[in-house]
T-cell receptor, first 115, second 109 residues
Framework: GAVVSQHPSWVICKSGTSVKIECRSLDFQATTMFWYRQFPKQSLMLMAT?????????EQGVEKDKFLINHASLTLSTLTVTSAHPEDSSFYIC???????????FGPGTRLTVT | AQRVTQPEKLLSVFKGAPVELKCNYS??????LFWYVQYSRQRLQLLLRHISRESIKGFTADLNKGETSFHLKKPFAQEEDSAMYYC???????????FGAGTRLAVHP
């Protein structure tokens, strides 16, 4: 089956620094990837849709200058949290779209802790 | 407005009991609905989709357009079914999944 990986699985950074999270589709090409944020014991909140070769589409209320998304190839999308603050601490999950218009496969998530 | 509602945060049952996780949706077009499951410390994975009308791990879900519901059912719960279950609606116009808040299913021995 389709596999999506994320790296790192866990990162701790200091307030004010930037952190990059990678999302890779390992055995398929994904023209579209999605970035979600999940707070403890809560549902997934879509942050942005990442399309290969074009600018990401951000959901309302998500700061595009703070959460930079780059989808440089059909197998890789990156999310960079710039000037991180403690309130950015969360679980970030990506998914990649395969085949049909709604088939999404999810990565294992990245836990970000900002101190 | 496009919305998915899962009214129960927690559903607690004993092993062997029937299970029904509720999901209601609001969508103007023809809905594409899914159930995703997240076991402890594992990634979110697709459980089933309404269009395929399949049964996975004993779970079934029927789309009821009249009641705008897509409830997930299993006749006899197992302890390994304990997990978070998310109902999701695909919004074709925006090419994105809209998730419900999720229901935690706890199956006790």
């Amino acid at each position: 089956g389709a596999v999506v990986s994320q790296h790192p699985s866990w990162v701790i950074c200091k307030s004010g620094t930037s952190v990059k999270i990678e999302c890779r589709s390992l055995d398929f090409q994904a023209t579209t990837m999605f970035w979600y944020r999940q707070f403890p014991k809560q549902s997934l909140m879509l942050m942005a849709t990442s399309n290969e070769g074009s600018k990401a589409t951000y959901e309302q209320g998500v700061e595009k200058d703070k959460f930079l998304i780059n989808h440089a190839s059909l197998t890789l999308s990156t999310l960079t949290v710039t000037s991180a603050h403690p309130e950015d601490s969360s679980f970030y999950i990506c998914s990649a779209q395969d085949r049909g218009p709604y088939e999404q496969y999810f990565g294992p998530g990245t836990r970000l802790t900002v101190t | 407005a496009q919305r998915v509602t899962q009214p129960e945060k927690l559903l607690s049952v004993f092993k062997g009991a029937p299970v029904e996780l509720k999901c209601n949706y609001s969508y103007s077009g023809s809905p594409e609905l899914f159930w995703y499951v997240q076991y402890s410390r594992q990634r979110l994975q697709l459980l089933l989709r309404h269009i395929s009308r399949e049964s996975i791990k004993g779970f079934t879900a029927d789309l009821n357009k009249g009641e705008t519901s897509f409830h997930l059912k299993k006749p006899f719960a197992q302890e390994e079914d304990s997990a978070m279950y998310y109902c999701a609606l695909f919004s074709g116009g925006y090419n994105k999944l809209i998730f419900g808040a999720g229901t935690r299913l706890a199956v006790h021995p």
